[in-house]
């Protein structure tokens, strides 16, 4: 837990929500929650950023078939800013497989299959920063002041 409401994490929509037009309703679940979105880009990941998103999972059986998969049509990267955001984020994102995924949750809602679970979060800090260094640059994460904040934290 952290009392920092500048925490960020890195978020990749996955060709299947741009695909299925999912995209809007993923982006409300955020903003409802009282996140900030700090950067947002439409990108066809290539398969050096696939690799070097997911090199932790290099080895396992699963990482051929996700990096075509992530690599096969547009994402939406993004960085979203809010207290706890890293845990916050996953909570809403649900459990990688879909039937552990609580409904109310995205992949819960929205998803049948491991791999078509349409949503990427960071799972701690240090793979924020392995992440998000893959898609943004530093001047592309912008810093501003969310005028609801008051409304939205006990400061
Ligand atoms: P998460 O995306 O919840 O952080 P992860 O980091 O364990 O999950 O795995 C990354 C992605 O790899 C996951 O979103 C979908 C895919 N994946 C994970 N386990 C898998 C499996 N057993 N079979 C197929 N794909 C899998
Ligand atoms: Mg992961």
């Known amino acids: 837990m952290t009392n920092d409401l500048n925490e960020k994490t890195f978020l990749l929509l996955k060709p299947d929500a741009i695909q299925r037009g ?14 900030k979105l700090v950067a947002a880009k439409l990108v066809h990941v290539t398969r050096d950023q696939a690799m070097r998103q997911y090199d932790c999972h290099k080895g396992k059986p699963f990482f051929a078939s996700l990096i075509d998969f992530i690599t096969s049509s547009p994402s939406l990267a993004m960085v979203v800013e809010g207290r706890n955001s890293i845990d916050i984020v996953r909570k809403l994102m649900g459990a990688t497989e879909p039937i552990e995924a ?8 929205f998803a049948l299959d491991v791999k078509h679970n349409l949503i990427h979060g960071s799972d701690c800090p240090e793979s924020y920063r392995h992440e998000v260094e893959v898609y943004f640059t530093s001047e592309e ?15």
């Open 22 to 35: 999912l995209v809007g309703r993923i982006i409300a679940r955020l903003e409802d929650k009282g996140l």
């Open 102 to 109: 609580d409904p109310g949750t995205i992949r819960g809602d």
């Open 141 to 155: 994460i912008k810093e501003y002041k969310l005028e609801l904040e008051p409304w939205i934290y006990y400061i």
